[in-house]
């Protein structure tokens, strides 16, 4: 066997380097490099000497058409795995802790428990009984799931070598396990890799499809592991203010479906309820007609989502005024703020500006600009917007408003829900809603639009 050294791993991207130092050369965060052993050879359980022996190799072609999926039945779970779970695969379900991985993950494998597929749940940070009460909470202690609680992968793996025909398997969370061979403590790089490489390994073996939780670091990344992120075929965030009982599931990567897909929940006392119109909800308590709101027509993944953008413009009482969004970004409300200082003449310099994504909904899309300017301007001028209207479009530097993906989908949504009017890009073809269109070519018509045509310097 190899010997061991000692190395400093960067804790948050997994560069090694020989000596201790303040910053990662690789990817510049502090105070994030720890001495962990690391052997030379790539680590795992089970490894042969000698002579590699030959693989057979094949075709592209022989798989009759998609790998058949697991469905848990929860559709906003399925919807986010792009489908349904994929045999063989691995899936990491990362988020903060206490947001309801464990919670989710127990309802998933049990409903699959239910349809017949022998399923394994494995916790190394609750007890058995601490598991089961949750169970009985949620009303699925009948459910055929085998339940284990144990930390040493090696004895994780030898209990499901011994278990025939296992199909699916939860591991909660991949920080709690370790493999004895290395020196690390639990939840280090070293260690993280380790473990996951091993079961990795193991489900796609066995064809198992692997569900992997991972908590989250307090500046949002995966402790220990982008590596993880890297060697799992899907990441799932599993996201939400702690205030509010929304839990949104989102696809960040996947390989055996879109990305960007998300599944929503509402987190009850009897665990997290699916909810199939996310719309309706986001919508749910909206004021009539209060200036500062604009309802964007968005959309996650394939499928169109309204939520309100909400804006407060206040006049500033310091040197320099405070900006402060929730749900969107800084960066981007900065640069409509500039468009609209610059290109319609509304002077937001002196004035604090507070942005906020109803619901507690994460909105990335360029599409929401228009929407947001909208906000901006009808609470800066203290003009409500009709409260039948939606807004989207992406707003350039030079203050152009641009079409966007997907506008028939957007409208065909905001229909549905009772709105009759839309604010959005011209040149926008194909699309045969009846909603009253008020096309848009450049940031200024949408100044004059909401707060009338005096308003422009
Ligand atoms: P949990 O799934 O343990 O979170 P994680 O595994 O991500 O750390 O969820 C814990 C939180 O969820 C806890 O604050 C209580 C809440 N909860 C409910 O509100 N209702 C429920 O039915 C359950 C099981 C948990
Ligand atoms: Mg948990």
């Known amino acids: 066997m190899a010997k061991p050294r000692k190395s400093y791993v960067c804790q948050s991207c997994g560069a090694t380097f020989p000596k201790w130092s303040g910053q990662c050369e690789a990817c510049g965060e502090w105070n994030t490099l720890v001495e962990e052993v690391v052997a030379d050879v790539p680590r795992g359980l089970s490894r042969g000497s000698g002579r590699g022996r030959r693989i057979p190799l094949t075709d592209l072609g022989g798989v009759p058409g ?110 709690t396990m370790f493999v004895d061979n290395l020196e690390s403590a639990p939840g280090t790089v070293a260690q993280v890799r380790a473990t996951a490489q091993e079961l990795i390994r193991f489900a796609k073996k066995r064809g198992i499809a692997l569900l992997l939780v991972g908590h989250v670091t307090k500046d949002g990344q995966i402790a220990g592991p982008r590596v993880l992120e890297h060697m799992v075929d899907t990441v799932l965030y599993f996201e939400g203010e702690r205030g509010h009982q929304f839990r949104i599931l989102r696809a960040v990567k996947n390989r055996f479906g879109g990305t960007d897909e998300i599944g929503v929940f509402e987190m009850t ?16 308590n909206r004021d009539k007609a209060v200036s500062g709101a604009a309802v964007f027509a968005g959309m996650e993944g394939s499928r169109p989502m309204l939520v309100e953008i909400q804006a407060l413009v206040a006049s500033s009482s310091l040197g320099t005024p405070r900006r402060a969004v929730v749900g969107w970004d800084s960066g981007r409300l900065a640069m409509i703020l500039a468009v609209l200082d610059a290109r319609s003449g ?33 609470a800066l001028a203290d003009r409500p917007l009709a409260e039948d209207t939606v807004v989207f479009g992406e707003v350039g530097l030079s203050g152009e408003v641009r079409p966007v993906a997907h506008a028939a989908q957007r409208l065909r949504e905001a229909e549905k829900l009772g709105f009759t009017r839309a604010i959005m890009p011209g040149r926008v073809r194909g699309v045969d809603a009846r909603l009253q269109r008020s096309e848009i070519g450049h940031i200024y018509e949408l100044v004059e639009l909401i707060a009338g045509p005096a308003s422009r310097a």
């Open 269 to 284: 006392d009897r665990g997290l309820k699916e909810v199939p119109n996310p719309s309706a909800l986001f919508l749910g």
């Open 346 to 378: 509304l002077g937001f310099g002196a004035q604090d500006v507070y942005l906020n994504v109803a619901g507690g909904l994460k909105v990335t899309e360029p599409a929401a600009d228009l929407a947001v300017a909208a906000a901006l301007v009808s």
């Open 66 to 175: 998609d790998a058949p999926r697991l469905k848990t039945g929860i559709s906003e779970f399925d919807r986010a795995c792009g489908g349904g779970l994929v045999p063989g695969s691995a899936v990491l379900v990362g988020g903060d802790p206490g947001i309801g991985k464990s919670t989710i993950l127990l309802q998933a494998v049990s409903r699959l428990a239910m349809s017949g597929v022998k399923t394994v749940y494995i916790s190394g940070e609750e007890a058995t009984a601490q598991v089961q009460m949750r169970a009985g909470r949620l009303g699925l202690d009948k459910a055929p799931v085998r339940l284990g609680t144990e930390t040493s992968l090696r004895d994780i793996l030898a209990t499901l070598e011994g278990e025939s025909d296992v199909e699916a398997v939860v591991i909660d969370s991949i920080q």
